[in-house]
DNA sequence: CTACGATATGAAATCGGTATCACATCCACG
DNA sequence: CGTGGATGTGATACCGATTTCATATCGTAG
């Protein structure tokens, strides 16, 4: 059934069912009427019809890296939360860390499918830059920085930095390193870097030899401890890009009889559910990742109503919280 | 940019470019000359123009009661990776545990906007009937049963039947549950009813004193591990519906010096990442997550194509795993 | 040589809505 | 009493694609 079926079934013009729909001046007797038959037939007007001509989708493009991931999806409750209370749906894409699919569901959204995008990319290359120049609708990134763009990030400097320091401060020597992919300038870089700021501050050096890269799972924390620990002098404290690799780096001091926090300690970034009921209650730092995506769908929100062309970007803070994987040793 | 003002551009009909992007009988200079006319103007068609002529629009909706929780995002990848393979996108409504939510959800999904609807219910009632009864679009559920529907789902009944058997076979005389809601039937209804089978099966009795009903969360399962260590006689076995709430009950035991699994066994129900590397490592039941979400997604895709009127119920099985929550006693 | 199926083509109808436009009331105000 | 603004109305053009239809061309089987 489609709007003029409807409308003779009604008893009223095509006109007025669509302004019964939209908001436009409509006597009370008309909308009583439409209202029955609604009733009556169960029609519900054509989303894509309506687009056509009005442009709007009322639909949010979301690009993921992954979906079973605790901080992207504490991120995507966010965006949802702030989005869904404003009529908009969310059309998301899960790229699987393969960032060709990134750059196929940017061109997806060029398709006038969106009203908006929010991107959680991981490493940025030319062909995003120019893809992302292509958009005609707003667009805003979330976990990394991209100048002409709005973004939300985190201190991801500033919280390795300063778990890197809390550590420090407790007397430990040979610190070791499992980061993140370099690609990932957030995750990736900026972390190594506040690792490495702190490290050097304490008067002591970043040998290679204690620094691995893992990727964002236990097991890659795990291989990545073993590694660590195959160095003829032992790390004594071992700080991880993420609390998914200080779990499985944990895991590995378990099934080794290496003790946390006594022989080495561990500290994580990202304040996962688990970190309080690991093995050893683990030190992290929580970023706030709900209100990142929260801020996100706000700002893109924003940008979609004034259509400005000022861009900025929003660092959020951080909380260290400390738990016995960096208790003082005795 | 539209159609025709595209197809003068490049110098061949609208018919042409139509047929250029859909697969129609066209000759390789028209081709030629489209392509070239792409790449100058970065022209794409508008998705919801092609909609509303050929009602395809490559959608499915999906809904979900949370966003953040493990055994949700795990079955949401499964789904991504079948229907992302077959060109579709996900349209994902969060309703976060609000059935009211669900039902909107449902009649937005009645306005041509998806091709087929993935429901991850936890509740049905009435209204949830009705609604369902009139969508046009193929729709799957997984993780419940409904008769009528294509449903994917776990057997939850003997995930926690073994689970508690197995505890019980280790020699323990005062079992207690910490539940979920009893309005979803496998989560809640199942599960507790599996619990209950094993206990009766071991010759001992269900005492209300020793069941409660949790949130899915761990702040949840550590208040009812709470209550239930209230009671005069301690517990000396908990069977928990979710890991989660089995990491709330084992945080509860830590921070009360009460002695996994000596004093008391948990065991739980999900296989979270998380379960390995916990405070003492939990015993818990493999669902298989990803693969319901891959099957549900399959069936949909099927449903869609056929458009038959045959449905079925794919019950997954499960994998105990035995770790030291459950350990014997000595 | 003819007939026919396969391939190719563009004009025009169509999908199901919204936006515009011309026009009708009605009430208030000077 | 005339004017004008606010409200209300339906016919129709329009959005940007796909699909149909009438027609053309060509190779090949009979």
Do not use: W
Not at 67 to 77: A, K, M, P, Y
Not at 136 to 161: E, T
Request: one cysteine or more; glycine letters at 8%; hydrophobic letters at 40%.
């Amino acid at each position: 059934m489609n709007i003029s079926e409807f409308a003779k079934e009604a008893g009223v013009s095509v006109s007025a069912v669509s302004r019964y729909f939209n908001d436009g001046y409509l006597a009370d007797d008309k909308k009583e009427k439409i209202k029955a038959a609604l009733e009556r037939t169960g029609y519900v007007p054509s989303y894509s019809a309506r687009t056509v001509r009005s442009k709007v989708t009322k639909l949010i493009g979301v690009i993921l890296p992954k979906l079973s991931s605790e901080s992207i999806s504490r991120v995507t409750e966010g965006i949802s939360d702030v989005l869904g209370k404003e009529g908009f749906e969310l059309l998301l894409v899960n790229t699987a860390n393969d960032y060709n699919r990134e750059i196929s569901s940017l061109e997806l959204f060029r398709q006038n499918r969106v009203d908006g995008v929010i991107l959680l990319a991981s490493v940025f290359t030319d062909l995003h830059r120019s893809l992302l120049a292509k958009m005609r609708v707003p667009v805003v990134i979330i976990g990394q920085q991209l100048k002409g763009y709005n973004c939300v990030c985190h201190n991801d400097f500033g919280a390795a930095y300063s778990m890197t320091k809390l550590m420090l401060s407790k007397g430990v020597k040979r610190p070791a390193l499992i980061g993140a992919n370099h690609d990932d300038k957030a995750a990736g870089e900026d972390r190594r870097k506040g690792f490495e700021k702190a490290v050097e501050e304490a008067g002591l050096t970043v040998d290679p030899k204690y620094c691995e890269t893992a990727k964002f799972s236990m097991e890659s924390g795990y291989e990545k401890a073993k590694r660590l620990f195959s160095n003829r002098a032992k790390p004594d404290c071992i700080f991880c890009a993420t609390d998914n690799i200080a779990a499985g780096a944990m895991l590995y001091c378990r099934e080794n009889g290496i003790k946390v926090p006594d022989d080495v300690m561990i500290g994580g970034i990202g304040d996962s559910r688990f970190g309080r009921v690991l093995y050893v209650p683990l030190s992290t730092v929580h970023l706030h990742y709900k209100t990142a995506g929260i801020e996100g769908a706000k700002m893109l929100l924003s940008e979609m109503e004034s259509r400005s062309q000022v861009h900025r970007i929003l660092q959020l803070e951080y909380d260290i919280i400390e738990r016995e994987s960096t208790a003082k040793e005795n």
